[in-house]
């Protein structure tokens, strides 16, 4: 709640955080007159989790200075890809190009696959992790021909820029039709009155997997659950509309402030 004050008495030139902050930090500025202004950042860095495209434009409109969303994992020493800092160079929903190990997509099947074709993020190089201590059974699902596999979905554009789709492991299979849950979130967090949501999967005894919503409205907005429906019909093939919307004053987080789609379903009461 600090930060802003703490940042302008330090004259800080850029700070790094997750999509959460940036979210808490946007709405903090627009209370704090001027204060956006007085900082000066030189830039902005957002890494751990997919920054929405309309968090990324609203805080350059904001601070005025370029977002640099970047990419990284523990097991790759941090660091995988980034957006460059050169203004104009920084893409909205990618993470960038890559910046030290080799970075490949792949299929199931340990196939690499070449162009815009969606599949499995999957690295390699001397700062990658050569395998997990004393847990033979996750090095054999995490390495395919020397290439260690992330989890996350993604593919690359004709720009050599990265795009994370979504953890293979959050994907909604509802009915056998498989959805992004953060394509949802993107689609969502484009309506002025949404200042946060996340996207979950909820047992469904039918489909196997139907979709929820935890949506936070800015201050001030109303909205209800058959409002937010008709807005993604407009942008949303039908069966990616959520079926369970649940609006919240803040949504749960995980320790280091990531938003967690797995579980969300029970926190909320949505299925035992």
Known sequence: LKFLDQAREEAITWYSGVPTMH?????RAKR???????????LIRSSSASLPPAVFEELNDVF??????????????????????????????CVGIVTSPDVCIMDSGGNQLDGDVEGEVCIRGDNVTPGYENNPSANETSFTNGWFRTGDQGFFDADGYLKITGRLKEIINRGGEKISPLEVDNVLMEHPDIQQVVTFAVADRMLGEDIGAAVVLRDGAEMDASDLRAYAETHLAKFKIPKHVRFLDEIPK?????????????KLGLED
């Not at 979210?23 to 709405?27: A, E, G, N, R, Y």
């Not at 704090?32 to 030189?42: F, K, T």
């Not at 370029?66 to 104009?88: F, K, R």
């Open 254 to 266: 995980g320790a280091t402030g990531k938003l967690q789609r797995i579980g969300l379903a029970a």
């Open 64 to 93: 005025g200075c370029p977002v640099i969303e970047a990419y990284g994992m523990t097991e790759a020493a941090h660091q995988m890809t980034s957006n460059p800092l050169a203004n104009g160079k920084q893409k909205a929903g």
């Open 32 to 42: 704090q007159a001027g204060i956006a202004e007085d900082l000066g950042l030189r």
């Open 23 to 27: 979210q808490t930090i946007l709405l």
